[in-house]
């Protein structure tokens, strides 16, 4: 009988990261979803409570709300806006000053210095 070699490669298909992904792997989910909860929080302001004329009123949501849309879909160094900013939050509360010693501060000439407790 004759001995077949079978082969255990099998090719990946491109797409097979894009799962749970929304546009054809384009964007996160969670990415989409805090775009339009964003996109709401600051066009319906612009929208119902500003008066202004109708022209200018689109012009305003234009240079506002693209820009918004724009980085909340993309989100900040591979995470979500919100992750971001939650970094960045837990960073300020978080963070410790340094206090260096410098040699012989606190010492007069000819006196020793105190022995401090441990």
């Known amino acids: 009988m004759e001995d077949r070699e079978y082969s255990n490669v099998y ?3 491109a797409n097979y990261t894009d799962s749970g992904k929304l546009l054809g792997g384009m ?7 805090e ?3 964003l996109l709401a929080a ?3 302001p612009e929208l119902f409570w ?6 200018l ?5 234009t240079v506002t709300l693209i820009p918004v849309g ?4 993309m989100g900040v160094d591979g995470g979500s806006l919100f992750q971001y900013i939650g970094n960045i939050l837990r960073f300020w509360s978080h963070r410790r000053k340094l206090h260096f010693r410098r040699i012989g501060h606190g010492r007069k000439k000819g006196k020793k210095l105190k022995k401090q407790r441990t």
Do not use: Y
């Open 11 to 13: 090719a990946i298909p």
């Open 27 to 33: 964007v996160d989910t969670r990415n989409a979803v």
């Open 35 to 37: 775009a339009i909860l």
């Open 42 to 44: 600051v066009g319906a």
């Open 50 to 55: 500003i008066p202004m004329s109708g022209t």
């Open 57 to 61: 009123r689109v012009v305003v949501m």
């Open 70 to 73: 724009v980085v909340a879909v």
